[in-house]
């Protein structure tokens, strides 16, 4: 299954595809793509694979003359699935470019011809493909949606590959709406998977974002490590793409720790890499980081070059943030140069550019670039203007006790503004009428300076509310974190007591059984058989006994699934061995869900009982199994034709222990039976 754009962190996105391919199996898929005498079926597939694997991240040239190949040939053949995936392709080789918007109007057909086909695989495809797109253009809510879409149709197809890319992509526009508890699980649920799979590609990704999320934590050096195992996996994949992306970060990363030799040079091998790829986007953000850095090392001839580039790239590919950043660098060398007049304008294009890009940090850059360049030309005015804008978008950014402090900063810069300009121009004059004026400018100001007080008060009592809301939220939690603790050590503590009681008792018999069969060794031979058999049965129970209480306390099996599937293989393995005829029914609907471990453990012991009481004591012709979840509710029913039993003659303590793990799980717990009319076990749970 063709595997779709998938988003980063650390990135705008990623192109997800299969593992790379080893060169004789390109070559084999080049000497069956052009083979004429085979089915069109085939050597389409061979061209769309050849064109997929072998030369989309590492020759887009190349990949993009066999796009245009298979779709003449497919348009020739009126073959319409081939059709759209010569769009995706041709998408693609634009991402890969760095073209997003074009990438789009590529996609956009493939689109319409998919669903024109009925074909719900490359519609996912796709749809995550768009979403990625445009959680790079910053249209995250459109890009969520389309998300959700996506993941919904590969849950559908049981897609697991694509449901691991689909989580991670979710992950990281979560992340870029602020919410990081929702992009860490989404991250985790999405690796877990890639892991099982064993999907290098999807592994490779995981990793990326894991250093993204620490770089958001400013973390550096757990940033960079997790950096340089996505780079290092990305070179063994031959992914050019990833290989550039990763490399620019670990570069950043350097950067930040002092080391800025190592830093250059990852950002040159970047640079190299995204060159020889024609990935326009990279090119653009790697050469501003290496010129920042250029400029920090005082060599603004350099720095003033590599911008001069990102500028020319950034607007013929329709980049806003590389643009904007591009542009207040040049303004800061401008501006080092003695040229404030040319530092304005490029400041002014910036801010334009940041506007576009809807990036607060850009946007305050750009301002601080401009208030540069407006101080450097004496327009006072002007500057202060712009400096009020300034203020107000760090105290978007920053923190609460930078807020306070910059608003503090900004207000002392207004009025020595204020006053240096009252004195020039009234220095020569100083009559009545304008001492009136200024107590009348004192008397506003006070009014000002008052409202200000009053309007900081209600805030920090928000602030303070707001706070202490947070607190009692987080204790909350740590209050439920606590209960989940004491009931993970009961559920441990009664494993114990199930290792202790059962094995304990099986291994005891097992022990007398072998000292029995020791004795009637020399005199009774068909005894000893019949106590070998013993202990072979004996040691087969303890054994999956032991595998029950294993299974049990794994928190990989913590779900409806894991559950519905361990139900499935226990009452194949019993219903095989007795020899009954039967029926087995075992499923789960809809997306998973996780399952407390004592819950899970009560309900799987509910069914083996009453599966074992069918096999031992009903006499039956025919046992039927039925096991079914889904996100809201559990239900099973064990169902026989035999001798049936008298519900409330019954002796023994299975029935009773069955009751009581049922109403400690909040499960609704039914027993069916008479004489001679069999049994109907059935179980019902609600799940919230």
Known sequence: MREPLRALI???????????????????????????????????????????????????????????????????????VFEARASELFAAVQYVRGGMRTALLHYDTALSLHRRNGDLDGQADVITNMASMLSYLGELDTALALYQEGLALHEHLADSTSIANDLNAIGRVQMLRGDHGKAVDLYQQSLHIQEVLGNKRGICTSLANLGGLYLNQSDWNEALGYYRRAATMAEELDDQHQLGTQLEEIGS???????????????????????????????????NRMATLLLEQHRPGDAKALFDQSVTMAREQDLPYGLGNALVGLSTVQLR?????????????????????????????????RYAALKALGRWQEALMVHERVVLLNDSILREENQRELLRSGFKYAYKRAAESDSLRHVAERTRTEAEHREQRTWLLALLAIAAVLGSAAWLRMRYTARAKRIIEAAQEKLVESERAREATEVRMRIARDVHDQLGSDLTKLVLLSTEALEAASSDVEGVKALANDIERIAGEANRSLGDIVWSIDPHHDSLAGLTERVRAHAERMLKWSKVEHGIDCAHEGPDRSLEPAVKRDIYLIFREALNNAIKHSRAERIETRFRTSGTALEFEVKDNGAGIAVDQVRGHGLENMRHRAERCGARLTVESGEGRGTRIHLRMQLT
Request: aromatic fraction near 6%.
């Open 10 to 80: 650390t990135a705008p996105w990623i192109l997800a595809t299969g593992c790379c391919i080893a060169q004789s199996d390109l070559d084999s898929l080049r000497a069956l793509a052009f083979d004429r005498s085979a089915p069109d079926s085939i050597r389409f597939t061979a061209l769309y694979d050849l064109t997929w694997d072998g030369y989309l991240f590492s020759a887009p040239d190349t990949a993009e003359v066999l796009a245009r190949t298979l779709q003449a040939e497919a348009r020739v053949s009126s073959d319409k």
């Open 253 to 287: 990363c350097l950067a930040e720790l002092g080391d800025t030799t190592g830093s250059l040079r990852a950002y040159r091998r970047s640079e190299s890499i995204r060159l020889g790829i024609g990935d326009h986007h990279g090119l653009v953000n790697v050469r």
């Open 337 to 369: 140069e003695g040229e404030p007049a040319r530092a304005l304008l490029m400041a002014m294009a910036a801010d334009s550019a940041a506007a576009r890009a809807e990036e607060l940090n850009l946007q305050r850059d750009a301002a601080a670039a």
